[in-house]
């Protein structure tokens, strides 16, 4: 909202020499964002005067007409000569007065002005257009100043066409709907500067009469509590809008229309009470106010013609709607300049809620539904009527109707019961009772109850201490967003001052540290961020046909996925089931932005919607939930474990000077669940990996791992079928683990860390190809006995010469005893035991041997 101060000026007495910073700072106090604060005096720079056009010239022989002017500028030339000055605008004739802008000003945007030679023509200085001077849009012609302009050639233009105000734009809150008129934003002014208010909104308005104004009927006192009208007749069709007016309007933001509509607008800006105005020639019949038909027709303002629901209010007469209610008006029945000379001025009060929706449904943010679904004055409607049938029947003739019609079902406000020590129970200001009584009646609430005695002896317990009094507190009618004792609180501490609520931090009390599973967690994305890849956190939404292009089994427990009720977006409205869906969208639109090299791992949960699991119960909000509730609604929350997913591709070993690089495979996304097994505190013994058929991984290229033969997830290359239906690059790999499945760390004694030297013994075995490297390794540790220290497989070999269907394992043995060196000896009998326990299962033989 644009406010320019000094028509805020005329409702709050604010001091003369009031800084614009200090008014900036006591709105900001107040609760009010300011977006800018603009001084109009400062847009413009140089000698703007107004002037007297003497003669025009019409030059012909160009594309477009162009006129050269004489303009009496008095003395502002220094030689009070006429300027000469080239225009294109046809607006204006000779004798009126104009904006002009000398030689050597500045318009806004920082167009320079100058003298020139022009289509002919010498041309010194601009005849200026409301565009020009950044007072609104309108740049089909220059601004023409009425005739009753007291101001001489010569005189500064600046006060004549507003440019010597200051204009503040504020963002107002939904809750504050109050705050988008002059009038509410001149009463909170009044009590920061503690200076008389002049509301405008208590002036006196003639009640409704016995004889209506226009019959009306209202069908829907919900969504219209009051409705308004009074008639002017014989208005002057052609009676042009103030100066005055417009120039506020314009400053507002507001497009100048005619005269009844700019007065609507008016009113609206000053009381905060939308109106609309209806050619009443234009109107057959009766008024009712009615929800919509399904399936009616109605053609606003804008000329769209717009099909309505049952959940739209409007305004009918015998042809059907006329008037989308609350929010804009309809063709068949607006006020047409040259044409209307009967007004009829309707202010009503709609339901915020249907306004609200109304104005989303159909697009249409106007000035009035913003203020509608916000909260207007139910109280303000027939001041509002009065000060528009005024206004018009000053500025463009007219004579108005005795006649006024009131329809009003607007329910009286609802005390609040307040105690009055909870503002300082709830902010830890103290807050005494007659101060927090005289706060709200500041907002305009009626106190009813213990307002009359807190002015007792301090010392008195109960009323004057605040302790066991309770007030019963009657917001006024402009502050529907007061409805609870919370509400009020705010506003005492808002009025009382921000500043005086200390920032004072909570004494945190003694902590446990972190739990095992925050521990493990972050054990987990250390291990992997160690390693080169990098962490990102995906939506949790998937589409419905990701189960299919990840190829899961019609059976597979991850195709049932929990719905949203209200998806952000209708392509992505399930649950994931698996981390993979949304991480390898990721690595796609990584892969689109040029990146070629990448390893993405995510940590974060699942979704598994829970079989027949019905409805949660409702719960309100006056109490604490039972047991039984709590137990009850959390049956219907889907089960959310905790999983973590990594993804690679490309290089995993990039190439240089050094050489070729090495590309991921399967191998290092089922090294990357080990190393997550590891971090997770799973002693590697516990593990295993076995060869699996899981969707969506490659069926020849797909580990399975199990801890305590507990299968914890899986890890490889992805299925050929899911990289193009995802439209990945070839030999994609992934690993996906369910860390919730994982057993509790074990708490195991500090290894002792021995000082004699290892014995290093390797082995080449020698077995069928179909045997895994890792059940050899688990072979090797077994025979071994305590001297092993580690086994680790560093060579792999298969050719001609061992056979068809064999291959040779070649494994590194490391014996070490804790008390002493290892003789020779004693590290050969080790490995032979260990090669006879290879061999006792597998059949493994020495190679060579």
């Not at 080239?86 to 806004?108: H, K, S, T, W």
């Not at 269907?805 to 004693?826: C, H, I, N, Q, W």
Request: aromatic share 4%; proline share 9%.
């Amino acid at each position: 909202m644009r406010v320019s101060v000094s028509w805020l000026r005329e409702y709050v007495d604010l001091p003369a020499d009031l800084p614009t910073g200090d008014l900036e700072q006591a709105l900001v106090d107040l609760g009010i964002e300011v977006e800018s604060v603009q001084d109009l005096r400062a847009s413009v720079t140089g000698q703007l005067v107004v002037g007297e056009v003497r003669e025009i010239e019409e030059l012909t022989g160009f594309k477009k007409p162009i006129r050269f002017c004489r303009v009496d500028v008095g003395a502002a030339n220094g030689t009070g000569e006429p300027q000469e000055i080239v225009c294109g605008a046809r607006n204006f004739a000779v004798g009126d007065r104009v904006v002009v802008i000398l030689p050597g000003g500045v318009l806004p945007g920082g167009f320079a002005i100058g003298a020139r030679k022009t289509y002919g023509h010498n041309s010194a200085g601009m005849i200026c257009s409301a565009k020009e001077l950044g007072l609104g849009d309108d740049h089909s012609g220059i601004i023409v100043l009425p005739v009753d302009t007291a101001a001489k050639p010569g005189d500064d233009a600046r006060p004549v066409v507003g440019l010597d105000d200051v204009v503040f734009e504020l963002e107002i809150t939904p809750d504050r709907g109050y705050a988008l008129s002059l009038r509410g934003l001149a009463r909170e002014l009044s009590h920061a500067f503690d200076v008389p208010l002049h509301d405008p909104g208590m002036a006196p308005a003639p009640g409704g009469t016995p004889t209506p104004a226009y019959p009306v009927e209202v069908r829907d006192t919900v969504g219209c509590d009051r409705f308004t009208a009074r008639l002017v007749r014989g208005v002057d069709p052609n009676a042009p809008t103030p100066s005055w007016m417009a120039q506020r309007l314009v400053t507002a933001g507001i497009r100048s229309i005619s005269l009844p509509v700019d007065i609507t607008n008016y009113v609206m800006l000053e009381l905060g009470q939308p109106m609309h105005a209806f050619d009443a020639d234009r109107i057959a019949g009766p008024l009712v106010v009615r929800r919509a038909e399904a399936g009616e027709k109605l053609t606003t303002l804008d000329g769209v013609s717009r099909v309505l629901t049952a959940d739209d209010m409007v305004i009918c007469d015998d042809t059907g709607p006329i008037s989308l209610a609350a929010v804009m008006g309809g063709e068949t029945s607006e006020v047409d300049t040259g044409t209307t000379t009967n007004v009829l001025f309707e202010a009503a009060h709609w339901d915020p809620a249907m306004v609200g929706r109304t104005a989303r449904r159909h697009k249409l943010f106007s000035e009035a539904a913003k203020r509608w679904e916000r909260g207007v004055d139910p109280a303000v409607a027939l001041v509002a009527l009065e000060r528009a049938v005024r206004l018009l029947t000053e500025h463009g003739g007219g004579t108005p109707g005795d006649e006024i019609l009131d329809i009003d079902h607007v329910r009286p406000r609802t005390p609040i019961s307040l105690p009055a020590d909870l503002p300082t129970r709830r902010v830890g200001v103290e807050y005494p009772p007659a101060r927090v009584v005289a706060l709200l009646e500041q907002v305009g609430c009626t106190v009813a109850q213990g307002a009359d005695r807190l002015s007792e002896d301090p010392g008195t317990v109960g009323v004057a201490s605040g302790v066991g009094t309770t007030l019963s507190v009657t917001p006024p009618t402009w502050r529907p967003d007061l409805t609870d004792p919370a509400d009020l609180v705010e506003e005492v501490v808002r009025l009382d001052g921000y500043d005086r609520v200390p920032s004072v931090l909570p004494t945190a009390p003694p902590g446990n540290g972190l739990t095992p599973r925050q521990r493990r967690r972050r054990a987990v994305a250390g291990s992997l961020a160690e390693r080169g890849y990098v962490e990102v956190l995906a939506h949790p939404f998937v589409s419905p046909e990701l189960a299919d292009q990840l190829g899961l089994p019609a059976d597979d427990p991850r195709r049932p996925a929990v719905r949203l009720a209200n998806p952000l977006s209708e392509e992505e409205p399930l649950l994931r089931t698996t981390l993979l869906g949304p991480l390898l969208g990721i690595l796609k639109r990584n892969l689109g932005r040029g990146h070629r090299d990448l390893a993405l791992y995510e940590i974060g949960a699942v979704f598994h919607p829970r079989p027949d699991a019905g409805s949660p119960p409702a719960m309100g909000v006056d109490r604490r939930p039972t047991d039984e509730e709590f137990a009850a609604a959390d049956a219907v929350v889907p089960a959310q474990p905790v999983h973590v997913a990594a993804v690679l591709a490309g290089d995993l070993d990039p190439a240089g000077w050094w050489g070729a690089g090495r590309p991921a495979g399967w191998a290092d996304a089922i090294e990357a669940a080990r190393d997550v097994l590891a971090a997770a505190g799973i002693p590697d013994e516990r593990v295993e990996v076995r060869a699996a058929e899981y969707a969506p991984w490659h069926p020849g290229r797909c580990a399975e791992l199990r801890v305590d033969d507990t299968v914890v997830g899986y890890a490889g290359e992805l299925h050929p079928a899911a990289v193009a239906a995802l439209e990945l690059p070839r030999r994609t790999c992934a690993m996906e683990l369910d860390l919730d499945v994982l057993p509790p760390v074990p708490v195991t004694p500090a290894p002792t860390v021995s000082g004699f030297p290892p014995a290093l013994i390797d082995v080449a075995l020698v077995l069928d190809e179909s045997v895994p490297a890792e059940q050899v390794r688990r072979a090797l540790e077994a025979g071994a006995g305590e001297l092993l220290e580690d086994v680790r497989l560093f060579d792999v070999y298969s050719g001609a010469q061992l056979g068809e269907g064999r291959r040779s394992l070649a494994y590194k043995l490391t014996f070490r005893a804790p008390d002493r060196t290892l003789t020779v000896e004693e590290a050969l009998a080790a490995r032979d035991a260990a090669v006879a326990v290879a061999a006792e299962r597998f059949g493994a033989t020495l190679r060579g041997a």
